[in-house]
């Protein structure tokens, strides 16, 4: 049993939303009961404490849109990369990458992905995947690397005609196999979907072999309109926009997550909303890509379960909450927006996309909840309770400040070092794969 306290306790539970000297008792991977610390201690005196001195105690975070194959990119410079546009970026960098991934370096990606959201107290990850260098086994990589960081994992394969319809074949394989052994695993750390990389890459035939091949209770996980390149390659070739061929193949859902939206119009929106279909807005991504910005305040203003990811930009959620909510106000020239929607975003539809995943109740801090806490060194200059949490997360808060996270009661990093993992061991690994891959980019 572990008790954490002495801190201000943000719970996300609108019954009792915030306790000012606050804390939470885990029983294994659960949460057994949230209080005043003064009581919580007299009552498991027992329990292993951790203080928080004082700073701030809170739900984990969820990313629901990541691209862990994107790891060994950073610093990365490739021999006559030269993009004009995005499906420029998408084939000179990220495909380059995936068509060269071993499944040693997706595994270590993987390793490198989970330590940097453990650090940013993220230990909720919703992955798309592409390594068509070695496609099959590259999930199981990947669930191997969950395992050993002990972070709760939703993983696909990007299946996509890009490289031919042999591997397109392959990645759905790959996603079949892997979700029904997520759907065997009994342990709620890890779940799988069928995933699709986007409209443009994929043909008629191949969508329908996903449809066929996916196991029963689960959706799919595809990039809808991110380019408006998608939108007119749909139009041109099938006369249609990108969520009717998608409705038209059965592939909304309320399992299925569309991710970016961002060349949507208000007929599109509408089928999102009536299908029960997850959006996933990545304002970082879409910036850098120099893409667009999509309706993200409409879409969610209209009802639509909308979550907020990192698309592979960063790891740090607080970061993609302080860029939406610029974004937004920028995009609408109306400083009155974003400041509800996107932190409804990231705290409440993020849990509840996951909810439709994971059976433990994940970012919220209350009896029966899953044990995922995270303690920020946080220590507010002004006066802090449940009404402007919010303000002072995103005004005083990184993911740097988390200097202790727990995944289903499992203390992953406490003091800001990790638990049970040789960091400078992993990254030396890390290291050596990724060398051996810039070397053959350029090669």
Known sequence: MILIGNGRLVT???????????????????????????????????????????????????????????????????????????????DGMWWTIDRNLTLEQTRQSARQ??????????????????????????????????????????LCYEVSDRDGKDKARLAVKENESFIKHALDDKSDMLAGMMGMHASFTLSDETIELCAASKPQDVGYHIHVAEGIEDLHHCLKNYGKRIIDRLMDMGILGPKTITAHCIYVNAHEMELLRETETMVVHNP????????????????????????????????????????ANILHKHHLCDATT????????????????????????????KTGAAADVIVMDYIPPTPMDGTNCNGHILFGMTGRNVVTTVCNGKILMKDRELCGIDEEKVLSEVREESTKLWKKLNG
């Open 12 to 90: 996300r539970d609108p019954v009792n939303p915030f306790i000012e000297n606050g804390a939470v008792v885990l029983d294994g991977s659960v949460i057994l009961k949230v209080g005043k610390t003064a009581d919580m201690r007299e009552m498991f005196p027992q329990a292993d404490f951790i203080d928080a001195k004082g700073g701030v105690i809170m739900p984990a975070f969820i990313n629901t849109h990541e691209h862990i194959y994107s790891a060994m990119a950073r610093g990365l410079s490739i021999n006559g990369y030269n993009p004009k546009g995005f499906l420029d970026i998408l």
């Open 113 to 154: 992905t989970y330590i940097d959201s453990i650090k940013n107290g993220v230990t909720t990850v919703f992955d798309h995947h592409a390594s068509f260098g070695e496609i099959s086994g590259s999930l199981s990589a990947i669930e191997d690397a969950a395992k050993e960081m002990g972070v709760r994992s939703c």
């Open 284 to 323: 970082e991504s879409n910036m850098g890509n120099a893409c667009g910005c999509p309706p993200t305040m409409e879409i969610v203003h209209r009802g639509i379960l909308t979550g907020l990811g990192t698309d592979g930009y960063t790891h740090d959620m607080i970061e993609s909450y302080k860029v």
């Open 338 to 365: 974003a400041w509800g929607e996107v932190p409804q975003m990231l705290f409440e539809g993020n849990a509840k996309i996951a909810g439709r995943y994971f059976k433990k109740e994940l970012g919220v801090l």
